[in-house]
Nanobody
């Protein structure tokens, strides 16, 4: 079982920056993958940025060059640095973790943190 606690959302003007944090209840190195998804009003949840244990990252085209995912193993925490924010980045951001399971993998989600970008 993994618990994920996000923090760092809020209201920011377009062009501004925010940093999100997600702290896991166990080592991030025990995860197959960890990262962030987001869900805007009326839209499906979409991948923002995910990093896997082999160090590879998968970043949405819409945020490439603006958002950076990083981790701190000692603090069991993954970060999402969001720069040059746009109104279309407004969404609830969810931390995501994937762990090995007996038959495949198991997914975990945080409670979500809201990011609002005003124009």
């Amino acid at each position: 079982q993994v618990e994920l606690v996000e923090s760092g959302g809020g209201l920011v003007q377009a062009g501004g920056s925010l940093s999100l944090s997600c702290t896991a209840s166990r080592s991030i190195f025990s995860m197959d993958a960890m990262g962030w998804y987001r869900q805007a009003p009326g839209k499906q949840r979409e991948l923002v940025a995910v990093v896997t244990t082999d160090g590879s990252t998968n970043v949405a085209e819409s945020v490439k060059g603006r958002f950076t995912i990083s981790g701190d193993g000692a603090r069991h925490t993954v970060f999402l640095q969001m720069n040059s924010l746009k109104p279309e980045d407004t969404a609830v951001y969810f931390c995501y973790a994937e762990t090995p399971a007996l038959f495949g993998s198991r997914s975990y989600w945080g409670q979500g943190t809201r990011v609002t970008v005003s124009s």
